[in-house]
């Protein structure tokens, strides 16, 4: 891989990451246009890679909500905070297991044509629209007094659990994670703008697990050589970083007060064009 092409999937994966379209889907893709012939397990370390970089970004953007989570649970100091950080943890579970008894099966899923991608962007259309419809459906849709659409009940401990099922299955190329996890937790009636920021806390802590596991592989170059070189991931990594943190905000914006079905079309439209090419 040459620094231009990693240039190119920093700056799709910056800007893919805080949509709910699959900013692994979408490095799948870029691989395949850009031509790049990477192995299944060099392909999975390089986006762990650039969704390291969009994880710290998204703490440098929410550093001032990030950081009193971080004080409540390292003093256990019970209260609303400590008990965020608990449900970030349970939904880190299901994901978790994935990783540690699943990984081989995942990989094999990287790196090998856009088949499978189109399938899971289909997918995930299909979840995103249902969730568009069924939120603003006035049968089951509650009015408050100034007018505007209930946005939903509190995360629980339970619903944590569910949306970390959900995040557990997106970690398939096609399948968005934020789409997923923020239509799971609207879908069991959620506050959509509570999901967003949920949404983006939660990853946190499986990105930079899977990393540390990863750190010496992705690093180390085998006596026979790699696709990978360390001046592009350097690269990537630090375009991911630069358009993440730009995005970021914006994004969230657009997840809380934008409509979801137009991601359903766009996610529709790419997964027919993946599967028929």
């Not at 699959?22 to 192995?39: A, K, V, W, Y």
């Not at 703008?193 to 592989?217: Q, W, Y």
């Not at 007060?257 to 599967?275: P, S």
């Amino acid at each position: 891989m040459d620094t231009i092409n990693a240039l190119i999937m920093g700056i799709i994966q910056g800007l893919s990451e805080y949509l709910p379209i699959s900013s692994s889907g979408h490095l799948e893709i870029c691989r395949q246009i850009l031509g790049l012939d990477l192995p299944g397990d060099e392909a999975l370390q390089f986006s762990i890679l650039l969704h390291v970089a969009t994880v710290l970004s998204t703490i440098v953007v929410l550093w001032r909500e990030f950081m009193p989570l971080c004080k409540a649970f390292f003093t256990f100091k019970r209260g609303p905070e400590f008990d965020y950080v608990i449900k970030i943890l349970i939904s880190c579970i299901p994901v978790g297991i994935v990783g540690v008894c699943f990984k081989d099966f995942v990989e094999q899923f990287f790196g090998n044509g856009l088949f499978t991608v189109g399938i899971c962007l289909c997918v995930t259309a299909a979840l995103l629209a249902f969730t568009y419809f069924y939120r603003t459906d006035p049968k089951t849709a509650v009015r408050k007094a100034d007018g505007t659409l209930s946005q939903g009940r509190d995360i629980t401990y339970i619903d944590a659990l569910i949306i970390g099922c959900a995040q557990a299955v997106a970690v398939l190329p096609g399948l968005s994670r934020s789409g997923s996890t923020i239509a799971t937790g609207i879908l069991i009636g959620d506050k959509r703008s509570e999901m967003a920021r949920f949404s983006f806390f939660m990853v946190i802590i499986p990105i930079l697990g899977e990393a540390l596991l990863d750190a010496k592989k992705m690093f180390e170059v085998p006596a026979g050589g790699t696709e990978l070189g360390l001046t592009p991931m350097i690269v990537g990594f630090l375009a991911a970083f630069a358009v993440g943190c730009l995005a970021c905000k914006w994004m969230i914006n657009i997840v809380k007060k934008g409509k979801l079905v137009w991601f359903a079309a766009y996610c529709l439209v790419a997964g027919i064009i993946c599967m028929i090419f």
